[in-house]
């Protein structure tokens, strides 16, 4: 069994900055990319950025510039630090990790979620 915990959300006003963690805890071989996702109500899930196990990431269009995700391999965890925020990054945002399991195979894993608001 595989877990994902998410940390850092809350309230910050326009223009503040915030840093999200995730930590993987359980059993696996490897974990391959990890991302963050987010959701605002009425919209679908969107990926807000990913990186690779070398390090290699991918971002949204809305967030680039403003927000960089990295990753630390030896205690199984990814951050995405938030600066410049706006009232449009809004949303519940999620971790999300791909493992090669103890059991060989390939599977997806998601955190709770951690609310992130932004007043303007």
């Known amino acids: 069994q595989v877990q994902l915990v998410e940390s850092g959300g809350g309230l910050v006003q326009a223009g503040g900055s915030l840093r999200l963690s995730c930590v993987a805890s359980?059993?696996?071989?490897?974990?391959?990319?990890m991302g963050w996702y987010r959701q605002a109500p009425g919209k679908q899930r969107e990926l807000v950025a990913s990186i690779t196990s070398i390090g290699t990431t991918n971002y949204a269009d809305s967030v680039k510039g403003r927000f960089t995700i990295s990753r630390d391999n030896a205690k199984n965890t990814v951050y995405l630090q938030m600066n410049s925020l706006k009232p449009e990054d809004t949303a519940v945002y999620y971790c999300y990790a791909n493992f090669l399991g103890i059991n060989l195979r390939n599977d997806d894993y998601w955190g709770q979620g951690t609310q992130v608001t932004v007043s303007s």
């Open positions: 359980g059993s696996f071989f490897r974990i391959n990319v």
